[in-house]
């Protein structure tokens, strides 16, 4: 193997090894992401909890 083919390969190895460590950063993001929007409310969610607040602003309006 020539030097500059073994320079080559240390290129790409360290290419590779930054490649992955970038995707493994991207993983965690992504986990971060998922449980970020497993905790938020859904639209359905919202719009019901719109319908009760309405309901006791009326309830409690007289009083």
């Known amino acids: 193997m020539s030097v500059q083919n ?11 090894a930054k490649n992955t460590e970038d995707i493994e950063m991207m993983k965690m993001d992504l986990h971060n992401y998922k449980n970020d929007l497993k905790e938020k409310a859904t639209r359905d969610e919202f719009i019901v909890l719109e319908k009760r607040i309405m309901f006791l602003e009326k309830k409690f309006q007289g009083i």
């Open 6 to 16: 073994t320079k080559t390969i240390e290129i790409i190895r360290e290419m590779v």
